[in-house]
């Protein structure tokens, strides 16, 4: 079945650090691959994606590339802020017509 | 345009009783999914609905069931509630099923505690 491997965490950081999240996956076929982002008392917003082997997703300063040959899709953003603190799962989207999500990982920054 | 709205945000229920969420869709969306998400087991898929009919459903018991409206709005009934079935439950809005190119928008979900 599919499935998705990211670092737990927790993970502390001060503002204006690098942040990388590693996520690896298992699936059927050629998966889609999601980071989404939950901020205290909300629900999941989508952060970025990536559809095909080598694509690169991005926005609001994080990325993320698919990497098909290592079954990767590792989450970096160059520079946090305090507002980037927040829950962060990675997701796959397969021929089942479901999201499978990692563990997630609680990232805090600090001022 | 209107997100995802989820009805109540809150409920405390005792245990045994039965509960009813509800989720209203963005506009035009003719998908929903039901997730549950629990410190100790994540995110996990409940079930998930296209044009009124159940197309998926996730690893649940049969007391965690739902329907679909013919405007799309979705409600998920869970009867003789556990202590276990305290959770956030998220609804995934979507054009169509997701898939490979087919984006789902959440709610901001409705947080049941069983006491």
């Known amino acids: 079945g599919n499935s998705v491997t990211q670092m737990e965490g927790p993970v502390t950081l001060s503002e204006e650090a690098f942040l990388t999240i590693n996520c690896t996956y298992t699936?059927?076929?050629?998966?889609?691959l999601f980071w989404y982002v939950q901020y205290p008392g909300e629900g999941l917003q989508l952060l970025l994606k990536a559809t095909k082997a080598d694509d690169k997703g991005s926005n609001k300063g994080f990325e993320a590339t698919y990497r098909k040959e290592t079954t990767s899709f590792h989450l970096e953003k160059g520079s946090v802020q305090v507002s980037d603190s927040a829950v962060y799962f990675c997701?796959?989207?397969?021929?089942?017509?479901?999201?499978?999500f990692g563990a997630g990982t609680t990232v805090t920054v600090r001022a | 345009k209107a997100g995802v709205t989820q009805t109540p945000r809150y409920l405390i229920k005792t245990r045994g009783q039965q509960v009813t969420l509800s989720c209203s869709p963005i506009s035009g969306h003719r998908s929903v999914s039901w997730y549950q998400q629990t410190p100790g087991q994540g995110l996990q898929f409940l079930f998930e609905y296209f044009s009124e009919t159940q197309r998926n459903k996730g690893n649940f018991p049969g007391r965690f069931s739902g329907r679909q409206f013919s405007n799309s709005r979705s409600e998920m009934n869970v009867s003789t509630l556990e202590l276990g079935d305290s959770a956030l439950y998220l609804c995934?809005?979507?054009?169509?099923?997701?898939?490979?190119?087919?984006?789902?928008?959440f709610g901001q979900g409705t947080r049941l505690t069983v006491v």
């Open positions: 699936a059927t076929g050629y998966p889609s």
């Open positions: 995934a809005s979507s054009p169509g099923r997701i898939s490979l190119n087919t984006e789902a928008f």
């Open positions: 997701a796959l989207c397969s021929n089942d017509y479901k999201l499978s």
